[in-house]
């Protein structure tokens, strides 16, 4: 069974510029989540995607968005880049439902460098 | 608002001796807590878990205590071998719906030989 795949694993972006990150769950999960780590912060919930519409979002100014396809896989996109939103971004998929105590299957992350 | 927090951001731990990584948590609606563990370049994995209706959960050479008077959760490695040298995250769910969860700062753990 193929694991959760991010792409790209590592980008370079300056500031101002927009960067779209890419997120295949495992085959049959239906809820992909996004997070953001960074040092010192841990994970820090992005939002999570349930059948393609948007089940929960952490508190992310408007710049951060995502959006899930009927495929299950996910996109998050971040407008107008600050130094601040380098970080490595972490895609996490389940199988769902209405409140998961299961784990979150995670992605290798793709890494975001802002310049 | 760190609602699950690690206090301890490293440990060095001797091999064959027990590894304790502590979790604290302020929001006492939390019924449930997972531990994640995460290697250089990989994606978190699921290590083990506990409901807050039980205070001890074992998995081979992990135990989860959890003391919920103390809002305070603990995960034991005994005994710990080099290649449990990862860093540690603790994580809760909030009571809603859906896969948010609130994860720790992390605790990085090096089992020296």
């Known amino acids: 069974k193929a694991g959760v795949t991010q792409t790209p694993r590592y980008l370079i972006k300056t500031r101002g510029q927009q960067v779209t990150l890419s997120c295949s769950p495992i085959s049959g999960h239906r809820s992909v989540s996004w997070y953001q780590q960074t040092p010192g912060q841990g994970l820090q919930f992005l939002f999570e995607y349930f059948s393609e519409t948007q089940r929960n979002k952490g508190n992310f100014p408007g710049r951060f968005s995502g959006r899930q396809f009927s495929n299950s896989r996910s996109e998050m996109n971040v407008s107008t880049l600050e130094l601040g939103d380098s970080a490595l971004y972490l895609c996490a998929s389940s199988a769902g439902g209405m409140r998961n105590t299961g784990e979150l299957f995670f992605g290798e992350g793709s890494r975001l460098t802002v310049l | 608002d760190q609602q699950v927090k690690q206090n301890s951001p490293s440990l060095s731990v001797q091999e064959g001796r027990i590894s304790i990584l502590n979790c604290d948590y302020t929001n006492s609606m939390f019924d449930y807590f997972l531990w994640y563990k995460k290697y250089p370049a990989e994606g978190p994995t699921f290590l083990i878990s506990?409901?807050?209706?039980?205070d001890k959960n074992e998995d081979g050479r992990f135990t989860v205590f959890l003391n919920k008077s103390a809002k305070h959760l603990s995960l034991h490695i005994v005994p710990s071998q080099p290649g449990d040298s990862a860093v540690y995250f603790c994580?809760?769910?909030?009571?809603?719906?859906?896969?948010?969860?609130?994860f720790g700062t992390g605790t990085s753990l090096t089992v020296i030989p």
């Open positions: 994580a809760a769910p909030p009571s809603n719906t859906g896969n948010q969860f609130y």
């Open positions: 506990i409901s807050s209706i039980k």
